[in-house]
């Protein structure tokens, strides 16, 4: 599965970001079938878990982003996004996004959020 994320940037603390991944060579009825979600990695910190969006549509967050992020999904564009709101510079890192389905899981390429104080 190819994941291509965009939206990353530089930002002020309390700014808004948007990141996208999309599977543009997926068919849509297989895009339905998969998790998708986003991970973080910073710098001397284990990699964590942000937001997962469930084929089914359950959404599930790390507890210090949640009321500020939202994961959604768009089938007919085969895309998810993450709107991040809200901005802390512990939001700062690279965001990858994936797709899973059963022991099978997908990467994009990480897209750097920077978050200014």
């Known amino acids: 599965v190819q994941l291509q994320a965009s939206g990353g940037g530089l930002v002020q603390a309390g700014g808004s970001l948007r990141l996208s991944c999309a599977a543009p060579?997926?068919?849509?009825?297989?895009?339905?079938?998969?998790?998708m979600g986003w991970y973080r990695q910073t710098p001397g910190k284990e990699r964590e878990l942000v937001a997962v969006i469930g084929a089914s549509g359950i959404t599930d967050y790390l507890d210090s982003v949640k009321a500020r992020f939202a994961i959604s999904r768009d089938s007919s564009r085969k895309t998810v996004s993450l709107r991040m709101n809200s901005l802390k510079p512990d939001d700062t890192g690279v965001y990858y996004c994936?797709?899973?389905?059963?022991?099978?899981?997908?990467w994009g390429q990480g897209t750097l959020v920077t978050v200014s104080s």
């Open positions: 994936y797709a899973k389905r059963g022991l099978s899981t997908d």
């Open positions: 060579r997926m068919i849509t009825s297989v895009f339905n079938t998969y998790d």
